[in-house]
């Protein structure tokens, strides 16, 4: 019994730590510290834009995941990220992680998330991110996770994660290069 316990606190805090985690493979490395995952179309929901979705894959019983994306708000009014919900964890939550005197602490927002007018907002390792827990199945590189967010202004939209890499960072915005 104390065994399972404590394997399951290990692969919890390897699995948390690796939020936290900048890109650390030579792939990521070479592609400016971003995956070599493609970049999906933007999502536009309401005044709402989501771009730069992914998620990580994780190690076969993981118990928790993490996701990541841009939000915009391209309108005059506030906006809030409310709730996200996907069908292989058995909760999902909005959480920050943000430093408290030299500990990174992690901590859901209850309230959901803020977007100001004209405001852009970052989901992304070491900082906002959607928190998957209680995994139903891992996450497989090169598959998707699907996931449903809920704002309180713009609505409900369901979008796919695309499930990169262990140590990936944010997709390339590839828009920004000229000539591919």
Do not use: C
Not at 27 to 39: N, P, R, S, T, V
Not at 118 to 146: Q, W
Not at 156 to 170: D, F, K, N, R
Request: cysteine-free.
């Amino acid at each position: 019994m104390m065994f399972r316990i404590a394997t399951r606190a290990l692969l919890a805090a390897f699995a948390l730590s690796a939020l936290a985690l900048a890109p650390a493979t030579a792939q990521d490395a070479d592609h400016g510290g971003h995956a070599d995952h493609a970049a999906t179309a933007d999502i536009v929901l309401g005044d709402i834009v989501i771009s730069r979705p992914f998620t990580r894959a994780t190690l076969p019983n993981a118990p928790v995941a993490g996701g990541f994306l841009t939000l915009a708000n391209t309108g005059g009014a506030a906006d809030r990220l409310v709730a996200v919900e996907t069908p292989l964890a058995r909760e999902s939550q909005i959480h920050e992680m943000a430093m408290e005197g030299e500990v990174m602490k992690m901590r859901q927002l209850p309230d959901g998330l803020p977007i100001g007018p004209g405001e852009t907002v970052a989901l992304e390792p070491g900082g906002y991110h959607l928190m998957f827990m209680g995994l139903t199945s891992p996450l497989v590189e090169g598959e998707t996770l699907e996931v449903t967010l809920t704002f309180e202004k713009a609505g409900t939209v369901t979008i796919e994660l695309p499930i990169a890499g262990t140590a990936a960072g944010a997709p390339d915005d590839h828009s920004a290069h000229h000539g591919h």
